[in-house]
């Protein structure tokens, strides 16, 4: 599977519990991945094992038959960390710095995308003055710009109301449909209609 | 790589611009823990260097020779001692005559014959007067109203009279031989003896040049001893190694250390985030380095400056200037190695666990 994601065997322990318990996991390179489970069931766990961020005690995680970098991978989590002391299209336009753009193409490139996910007017805004809806917006401005082609997603639509909950869930669709591989923890049972596949984690591997 | 160190940079300025209330705070503190550093040390070595000028005009370091069981100095001994270097000057009266004035006749005052280098212990900087002119000291010039100028007629008790032109007048008395304030002073050469052998040692040399004048006289004098009592002298290495702003560069470091500190912790999300967008430990440095010098250390050198500015008159003095130069050298030390605190502080543990708990 060129490109795609391979979970292999994956086994990660976290203060003395088994968190992941020899998960095996076969992820396409482009299209959206709902991961569902009961709280504790080790969504979070999977996404940052699948970013390079944590370790697994065992086990491999591979995309395109090597080692996941980290550079490969965008995050946009719950409470998505963006620089509250900055515009949206400062924090969009770090996004498209760390992979080598000039300031002025980043920055560019950041009103292009706040404008297609509907914040072309909220870009001057310093980030601690939006709504949590428009946040997680601009966190997926910023993974879209990253170019990392996984998207992981980490409870994005966790006390949101339901409009704000549909737009982000629009925004990372429209990740995905452009050509990226979007994986998205939830609870939400319409975030993961919305996906083109779920998965179910149940105990710490997939059901 | 020179483009993405800009970008760095330029992040990092836009980082502090944003957070302009946070960041004023931290200039503030590193400028005046630069500022202070100087004007506390500078005032402090000062007092202390003020202390012990006064203590050296007065005559910490002028030393009495005198004969054994009351005999004179050889003059020309004593004369010889004024060219040796560390001793500043060298003399002694070779005779003390009791005289009345013609402009004060109840009075008695004494003309005093004194070796070349007398004057120039007694009164550092005044001239010696010349043949036929004495010095008048400064009580016997109030009393009897002789000024630089007028012409000095006295009487001896024999009935012999003498007249000399006043050349100098002290301003002030003096503390290494106050039995000079009420006599005229004439100079003499170096022949006979004098009452005792007064020598002015340098501060730098006293510690070769005692032992020197105890081996010069030994035999015909008795041991050197300073003129003035040393019982409250101060000692100056003590008073500055005890000095109250001796570790204030420590503490001023720690403050601008610490409020660097909480201002880093206070955006460890921020920076757990660059690590997440990529960001390697080489890169954190460089931002890290590039805001402790905007934050901290442009700030306090810039107090540093400042402070240097004020206290231009105390660092004109080589103790002050250089016990400055090495606690302003410490405390811009210990904030040179504020971007490896900053990395041991915000740049390090798991990237994913800071951002969950932030």
């Known amino acids: ?207 | 790589m020179r483009r993405a160190r800009v970008v760095v940079l330029d992040e990092a300025l836009r980082d502090l611009l944003a957070r302009w209330l946070l960041t004023t705070l931290v200039v503030v503190v590193a400028a005046a823990a630069g500022a202070s550093t100087v004007l506390l040390v500078a005032s402090d070595v000062d007092r202390v260097r003020e202390v012990w000028d006064a203590q050296v005009a007065e005559g910490r370091f002028v030393h009495e020779v005198t004969g054994a069981q009351g005999a004179g100095v050889d003059a020309a001994s004593c004369a010889a001692v004024g060219a040796w270097q560390g001793v500043r000057a060298a003399g002694g009266r070779t005779a003390t005559t009791p005289v009345r004035l013609v402009t004060a006749p109840a009075s008695r005052y004494d003309v005093a014959a004194v070796t070349p280098g007398y004057v120039a212990v007694v009164w550092p900087g005044t001239a010696a007067p010349l043949a036929g002119e004495v010095l008048v000291g400064p009580h016997a010039a109030g009393s009897t109203g002789l000024r630089p100028g007028d012409v000095a007629v006295w009487a001896e008790t024999s009935g012999v009279a003498g007249s000399a032109r006043v050349a100098v007048v002290p301003a002030d008395g003096t503390p290494r031989d106050p039995t000079a304030d009420r006599q005229l002073l004439t100079v003499v050469p170096a022949t006979g003896t004098v009452d005792r052998c007064l020598v002015d040692v340098d501060p730098d040399h006293a510690a070769a040049v005692l032992p020197a004048l105890s081996s010069w006289f030994d035999g015909v004098a008795g041991s050197p001893r300073p003129v003035v009592d040393l019982t409250r002298a101060v000692d100056p290495q003590s008073a500055l190694a005890a000095r109250a702003s001796g570790p204030w560069w420590a503490l001023a470091a720690g403050l601008a250390v610490a409020t660097a500190a909480a201002c880093w912790s206070a955006r460890r999300a921020d920076l757990a985030l660059l690590r997440l967008l990529g960001a390697d430990s080489g890169v954190l440095t460089l931002r890290l380095a590039a805001e402790s010098v905007v934050l901290v250390l442009g700030p306090a050198l810039a107090g540093v400056a400042a402070g240097v500015v004020v206290a231009a008159p105390a660092l004109g003095h080589a103790v002050v200037r250089d016990l400055v130069l090495l606690d302003v050298t410490r405390l811009l030390a210990v904030l040179a190695v504020l971007p490896l605190l900053g990395l041991a502080l915000v740049g390090r543990g798991s990237v994913f666990r800071v951002l969950k708990e932030s």
Do not use: F
Request: aromatic share 0%; net charge neutral.
């Open chain 1, 1 to 207: 599977m060129s490109g795609g994601l391979e979970l292999r065997g994956v086994h990660v322990t976290l203060g003395g519990r088994h968190v992941l318990d020899g998960v095996d996991l076969d992820l396409a390179p482009v299209g959206s991945v709902a991961v569902v489970g009961p709280s504790g069931s080790g969504k979070t766990t999977l996404l940052a094992v699948v970013a390079g961020l944590l370790a697994p005690d065992a086990g491999t995680v591979l995309r395109g038959g090597r080692p996941v970098d980290a550079r490969d991978v965008a995050w946009v989590m719950q409470t998505t960390p963006l620089l509250g002391a900055r515009s949206a299209v400062d924090n969009v336009a770090l996004g498209a710095l760390a992979r080598g753009c000039t300031r002025a193409a980043a920055d560019a490139v950041a009103r292009d995308a706040l404008d297609g996910l509907g914040l072309g007017d909220r870009a001057g805004t310093r980030v601690r003055r939006l709504s949590g809806g428009e946040r997680q917006r601009v966190a997926v401005a910023r993974a879209l710009v990253q170019e990392a082609p996984v998207v992981v997603a980490d409870e994005p639509t966790a006390s949101l109301d339901a409009h704000a909950r549909d737009r982000v869930v629009q925004a990372l669709l429209a990740v995905a449909s452009a050509g990226r591989l979007v994986l998205v923890a939830t609870h939400d049972r319409v975030v993961a209609d919305g996906c083109d596949r779920v998965v179910d984690l149940v105990a710490g591997r997939p059901a």
